[in-house]
C-alpha cells in the first residue's frame, strides 16, 4: 500500500551499483500536446531516476504550469526547451527512438543501453524519418491501441528500471 504522501522509491538513497552510477538517462519530447502531459512526464523521470528532459516545438510554452507534477520534479531535474533533440544527446548515450515504426524493437525484447536518451513523438502524430534517420535503435511498446505520451514514457522508465534491477539482482 502506498504511503499517504504518494511518494515514489527513493532510488537515490539505495545502494547504488557499480552499473547504477555509470547510467544514465534523458528524455527528449518532440512538441508535446499538453502540460499535463509534460508535468506527468516530469514526475515519471522523478520516480524513475532520468536525469534530464528535453522537449521541442511552441505547444507546451504556450501553458508551462505544471498542475501534474506535484513532486514539482521541474525543481530537481532540468526541463530544457531545445530547437533539435539530436543536438543535446549526452555524451555517451545512445538515442532511443520510442515510436510505432516499422522495424521497431517490441519493449519486452529490448535490452537498454546503459546510457540512454529516449526520444518520444509527439501524441498526435509520429516522429519525422528524415530527421531521427541517423538514430539506430527504435523500439514500441505492444499495446491493443495507443499510450499517451505520459504513460509511453512511465512504461519505458519502468522497463527500464526493472531489467536494471534484474540484472544486478542475477550478478
Known sequence: ????????????????????????????????????NVGAVMRAAGCYGADEVYYTGSRFELARRFATDTKQMVEKIPLLGVEELLDFVPAGCTPVLVDLIEGATSLPDYVHPERAFYIFGPEDGTLDPARFESVQEVIYVPTQGCMNLAASVNVILYDRLAKQLRSTQAK
Open 1 to 36: 500500500m502506498r504511503e499517504p504522501d504518494d511518494s515514489c522509491v527513493d532510488l537515490a538513497h539505495s545502494q547504488p551499483s557499480e552499473h547504477q552510477e555509470s547510467a544514465y538517462c534523458c528524455i527528449g519530447l518532440v512538441n508535446p500536446k499538453s502540460p499535463e
